[in-house]
């Protein structure tokens, strides 16, 4: 399991916060005339869509989440939902497309 320091922050990564999975959208690195070099992030809790700001020093770390990654196939859009199908066994999957953009990779 890869562990990911704040210096590791992009767009999209995906961290493991108070046990739940979160996305990161937003980082600001912040360097104080005074104390140590800071992180203020936006993020987004995978699990419940929400977003919020969270401000983090420079040396914390945090574990990648156990995600799993699957190869799906595009089938249609029907009344604002999106259908794919799993590869390995055929399964349907429907999302909101509001959850494409941290869900999907490519």
Do not use: W
């Not at 104080?32 to 420079?58: I, V």
Request: hydrophobic share 30%; glycine share 4%.
């Amino acid at each position: 399991m890869n562990v990911y320091s704040t210096s590791d922050f992009k767009k999209g990564l995906k961290i493991l916060f108070r046990d739940e999975p979160y996305m990161i959208l937003e980082y600001h690195l912040v360097k104080p005339g005074k104390g140590g070099t800071f992180l203020r992030t936006k993020m987004k809790n995978m699990l419940t869509g929400l977003t919020h700001e969270e401000t983090f020093r420079s040396t914390e770390k945090f574990p990648e989440p156990n995600l799993e990654y699957k190869e799906v196939a595009y089938l249609y859009a029907d009344n604002n939902l999106y259908h794919f199908m799993d590869q390995e066994n055929y399964e349907e999957i429907v999302m909101n497309p509001d959850h494409l953009d941290e869900f999907c990779t490519t």
